[in-house]
């Protein structure tokens, strides 16, 4: 065993491995930092280091060409021994990357770690946040599918918008006028080479500020800190309760890592790789483009803007959030760290977390876009047909056939563009109905061109026997003039009247 | 660029602050200024190559027969398919791109992009409403390419037409956006 010994003096004596490890591994943290909110940041670079280990696996096989990108991939499912698995661990580490950053990230405003002097970290990690969105975007095109394709032309007609240069800038990030050969070559260098170099170094900085800045130490309600004062008191902290962070701060750092790649095995094993989906062949146009959930809540704001705000929104809000992120540990550098004395960096969070949420499920959803498939395929619901005239029935028909289904429900199917118009009876009059109808407004097309004014009677007789069976239908505030049935040549000259 | 500074500093107050420029400090300027210029002659052909969009002026667009007339019926809207006409031999089917030709009387055309404008989704003609209508943000458009309702800011991108020949024939080659439509 002398040899060993000797070997161990030797390397140390040449590597300084004991000095290393003193001033990194076996660094001193405060005793109060081994606690379990403190786990998330290790466990997001567990993750990063989960996805360089599975992504050059993946590069094994995957062909980064739009010609063979998507059969490579089929290959990896289907035919790559465990390449099926390689993938979904892939696809489930970055979903758990972000979500872990996303805690860290909060855990780290929450406890006031970002304040002086950790105003760097803070800064490294907004700009970690940001290339780890960016491998979020550009993993998204590597799964190269339909999704990707389409979501590659919503990511240059955003391009598009950006004032002077926007042909140019759509250029650049297509490699070419239209997204082909060179696109995916450019997109696996950034997702491949360049954005996770930028991590790595990124990391390394961040990681040596954790060094040099020390961890933050479990903040105490009524404890504010003063720049002043701060360096002399974690000094003090360090002095009376340091403890080093191996072996004495790490266990629980260990144990949540273990359950981090227990979960990611366990979802990409029961779960599976995620898509491909349909061929990236842009001629199939029978499809329903949706970005992966890192970005459905950008997607659902794009759907829900009035349009005058849109170019704003795309480019001046992110500017300003990220300054924001920026300047935050200069805006709020001192002063009370705990959650428990800040009530409005706790309700900010709160406030953030609920609208990505909201909006991320609406992107889920899609209210607003139209049910391509309802017209043919969803059933008029028969209590609705149940006991009508031939003419309603007819404009049930019409209904259905016009497609007016892909945009209004009837009995809880169709889109939901457009109102229900299970009770449309309660709320319109007949001739509001045609002018509806004929004219649009509100977000509705215009149909006049597209329906005769018989089709325009009959939809209307349909749709006026669209109410409650106890509820009224809706009327004119004039007194009812004559109890003829509603005679379509006195309605149509009015409607066509005002449609000019 | 610290360590040669302090260095200057002690031989200078060792020399007793005369201002002659060193041997030392002459290598290192030199030694600089080779290196920005190395620095620029590697830098300049990466940034070109990368942002070679800026530089090149050349118009991707060419005209693309999509087919005989026949094909397209009057008074109705048919998808049509061509191959892109810049190329690359691993394009695969990413260089077929489709678009909408709406034919009304005789050798009048309207042939639209498959992009919406508002974010560049893929719109799906409906004949019986007459609709174009947007898979992603609910944009519609009438059978003529106006915008009809949703967030679209203007009616579909329309490309430049010609009939020769019996053939239609459109001039295509580039992904329409706001700030290039067509």
Known sequence: MQWLRKTAVWLDDRLHLTALYASTAGHEVPASAGSWFYVFGSATLLCFIIQIVTGSILAFVYIPSTNEAYTSLQYLNHAQFWGWYIRAVHNW???????????????????????????????????????????????????????????????????????LIGAQLVHVLLAGPIIAGETLSRFFTLHVFIIPGLIIAIVSMHLRLVLTKGINEYPKPGHPIHKSTYDAEYAEILRKEGVPFVPNAVGKDLIFAALVIIGILACAFFLGPKGPGGPPNPTIVDTNPRPDFYFLAIFAALALLPDWMEVIILFAAPAIMIAFLLLLPFISGTGEKS???????????????????????????????????????APVPIQYVRGRTPLAMHGATIFQNKQCRNCHMLGGVGGERGPALDDVATRLTGPEMVRQVIQGGGNMPAYGKKLTPAEVEALVAFMETLHGRATPPAQDAAPPQNKLPRDFAIVMPRAVHASR | MIAPNNQLNTETEMKGNTPDPSRRDWLFNVGMALNILAGLALAAPLIGFVFSSFAERKDPRSWISLGRLENYPEDSTRIATYRNPYTRPWDGETADIPCWVRRLKGNQFQVFAINCTHLGCPVRWFKESGLFLCPCHGGAYYEDGARAAGPPPRGLFTYDYKVENGELWVKGGEMPTLSNPV
């Not at chain 1, 309700?347 to 043919?376: C, D, H, K, Q, R």
């Open chain 1, 93 to 163: 580490g970055s979903n758990f990357m972000v979500a872990l950053m996303t805690a860290h990230m909060i855990q780290v405003f929450l406890f006031g770690a970002y304040k002086y002097p950790r105003e760097l970290t803070w800064i490294s990690g907004v700009f970690l946040l940001l290339m780890t969105l960016a491998m979020a975007f550009t993993g998204q095109v590597m799964r190269f599918d339909q999704d990707a394709y389409w979501g590659l032309t919503i990511g240059a007609s955003i391009t598009g918008r950006v004032p």
């Open chain 1, 339 to 377: 959650a428990g004395r800040r009530p409005v960096a706790v309700l900010s969070v709160i406030f953030i977390m609920l609208t990505i949420g909201v909006l991320a499920y609406m992107g889920e959803t899609s209210p607003w876009s139209p049910n391509m498939g309802a017209w043919s395929a």
